[in-house]
């Protein structure tokens, strides 16, 4: 009986230890994976923005990080983006990281300006090859998903009066007033932009953005282990985080159509 019971705690310390091994090396693998993401990123935005040099040209290599030059190509790549979006007749977003500003703009004009309170950048975005940045940037992105603390569209269900005597005037609030504006804009070349709103006035403010926070890493949490057990190395997403006033942030998500286009000028 004292053998059969030796037996037993033998072997569950021999299935435990597998165990711990096996996820260990899953996570070190996780790992290894996860930091593969970026340079896998880099590289195909290098290889499908990269532009060939002409041959038997002779450029002056140094004009290619002249700030100057590269003060103009900014300028150009930028206006490239705008002129696409604004033959569309639509609504459109555009952000300058230069300025700090974010500002929707119709056929060109910008019709609401927002200052950015803070701004952080993917390293991609500002320390890649400059050129081949701002080649990617010359196209507007478009939106492809977003993930929002409030409505795009505010649904107000009433009953209509069966005559003008039982008529009354909404008197329903506009809770989105209060409600804490904080959302993630999706683009299809795989670009987040996370919008927050400045105000941490109260505690359920604070407490919704790290819910949201929480939410979002979940996801791409999930999104790498699928990736991972597929033997695939996770998709990394550029971003740009900012914070802007709750009314500012409010205005632009709601403005901005469903699946709008975003301009980013650097």
Known sequence: METEIINNTSGIKKTFIILIIIFSVFIFY?????????????????????????????????????????????????????????????????????????????????????????????????????????????????????????????????????????????????TSIVEPVNYILEMTNGTRIYVYQEEKEKFSDRMNLFIFNIKDRLRDTWSSLKSVALLKVPEYHPFIKMRLPRADAKIIYRAIPRYGQVGIYR
């Open 30 to 174: 996780y790992a290894i994976m996860s930091m593969m993401s970026p340079a896998r990123k880099l590289s195909a935005i290098n290889n499908e923005f990269s532009v060939n040099p002409v041959e038997n040209t002779l450029v002056d290599e140094r004009i290619f990080s002249d700030s100057t030059y590269l003060k103009l190509l900014k300028e150009k790549a930028f206006l490239q983006s705008r002129i696409v979006m604004a033959e569309t007749d639509s609504i459109y977003l555009t952000i300058n990281l230069t300025d700090s500003t974010a500002n929707i703009e119709i056929s060109g004009v910008v019709v609401h300006k927002a200052k950015m309170s803070s701004v952080q950048t993917s390293k991609i975005l500002i320390k890649g090859d400059e050129n081949i940045i701002l080649s990617m940037l010359s196209s507007p992105f478009t939106i492809s998903n977003a993930y929002a603390t409030i409505r795009k569209e505010p649904v107000m269900i009433k009953m209509a009066p069966k005559d003008t005597t039982e008529y009354k005037p909404d008197i329903m609030p506009d």
